[in-house]
T-cell receptor, first 113, second 114 residues
Framework: RKEVEQDPGPFNVPEGATVAFNCTYSNSASQSFFWYRQDCRKEPKLLMSVYSSGNEDGRFTAQLNRASQYISLLIRDSKLSDSATYLCVVNGGPSGGSYIPTFGRGTSLIVHP | NAGVTQTPKFQVLKTGQSMTLQCAQDMNHNSMYWYRQDPGMGLRLIYYSASEGTTDKGEVPNGYNVSRLNKREFSLRLESAAPSQTSVYFC?????????????FGNGTRLTVT
C-alpha cells in the first residue's frame, strides 16, 4: 500500500460548485500534513497546512481525521482559477529522528464555466 | 526574495553523459531535498539533507549522488545519465525535518535524456 493515496480524478465541476478531496495515509506516526497546489508544469506551492482541529482559509477548509488516517480539502464556490492539481503531503514518522515529507500523486481539478 | 533557485531550467543529455543540477536557498533553512516528478507518479524523493553535513537516501536514489556544499547549496549529480532519468526535478527546502514546517520549492529542471 502506498504511504499517501489520493484519487487522481479528474474532478470536473462547474464554477460555483463545492468540491472535496480526500487523502489517506498509512503511517499512524505522521505528525504534520499539508495541501499543495500545482499548476501545469510548475512547482508545487503551499496551499495550507492541516491542523488537528481543522482550519479554514477563505473558500478552503482542511480537516484531519487521525482515527481514520485521512485528511480532506473542501473548496467552496469554485473559481476557474482553482483548476490545478492538488497534492497531499504527509510528514511521516521518524526515520532516524527526521520526519520526511511524502507526497500523494495528486488530484486533478478542472473548473468549467 | 529569491527563495529556492535551481539551475538549469532545461537540459538535454545523451545517454552516458553526466551533469550536476544546482540548488540554492536564501531562507536560512536547515533541510534540503531533491524530488523527481514523472507523469502519474507524483513527486518522489531522491535524496535529502536534514542539516548541513548530512545526506540520506530517499525513495529513488539509484543513479544519483548529492552534495550538501554548505547550508545554502545542495546539488544533485547524474554520473551516467539514462533515458529513465528523463523527468522534472524539483529542489525544496524547509526549516528542518524535526519540526512541522512546509517545503518551499524551486522552479524545477526539465531534463531529457536521449
Amino acid at each position: 500500500r502506498k504511504e499517501v493515496e489520493q484519487d487522481p480524478g479528474p474532478f470536473n465541476v462547474p464554477e460555483g460548485a463545492t468540491v472535496a478531496f480526500n487523502c489517506t495515509y498509512s503511517n499512524s506516526a505522521s505528525q504534520s500534513f499539508f495541501w499543495y497546489r500545482q499548476d501545469c508544469r510548475k512547482e508545487p506551492k503551499l496551499l495550507m497546512s492541516v491542523y488537528s482541529s481543522g482550519n479554514e482559509d477563505g473558500r478552503f477548509t482542511a480537516q484531519l481525521n487521525r482515527a481514520s488516517q485521512y485528511i480532506s480539502l473542501l473548496i467552496r464556490d469554485s473559481k476557474l482559477s482553482d483548476s490545478a492539481t492538488y497534492l497531499c503531503v504527509v510528514n511521516g514518522g521518524p526515520s532516524g529522528g527526521s520526519y520526511i515529507p511524502t507526497f500523494g500523486r495528486g488530484t486533478s481539478l478542472i473548473v468549467h464555466p | 526574495n529569491a527563495g529556492v533557485t535551481q539551475t538549469p531550467k532545461f537540459q538535454v543529455l545523451k545517454t552516458g553523459q553526466s551533469m550536476t543540477l544546482q540548488c540554492a536557498q536564501d531562507m536560512n533553512h536547515n533541510s534540503m531535498y531533491w524530488y523527481r516528478q514523472d507523469p502519474g507518479m507524483g513527486l518522489r524523493l531522491i535524496y535529502y539533507s536534514a542539516s548541513e553535513g548530512t545526506t540520506d537516501k530517499g525513495e529513488v536514489p539509484n543513479g544519483y549522488n548529492v552534495s550538501r556544499l554548505n547550508k545554502r547549496e545542495f546539488s544533485l549529480r547524474l554520473e551516467s545519465a539514462a533515458p529513465s532519468q528523463t523527468s522534472v526535478y524539483f529542489c525544496a527546502s524547509s526549516r528542518g525535518t524535526a519540526d512541522r514546517s512546509p517545503l518551499h520549492f524551486g522552479n524545477g529542471t526539465r531534463l531529457t535524456v536521449t
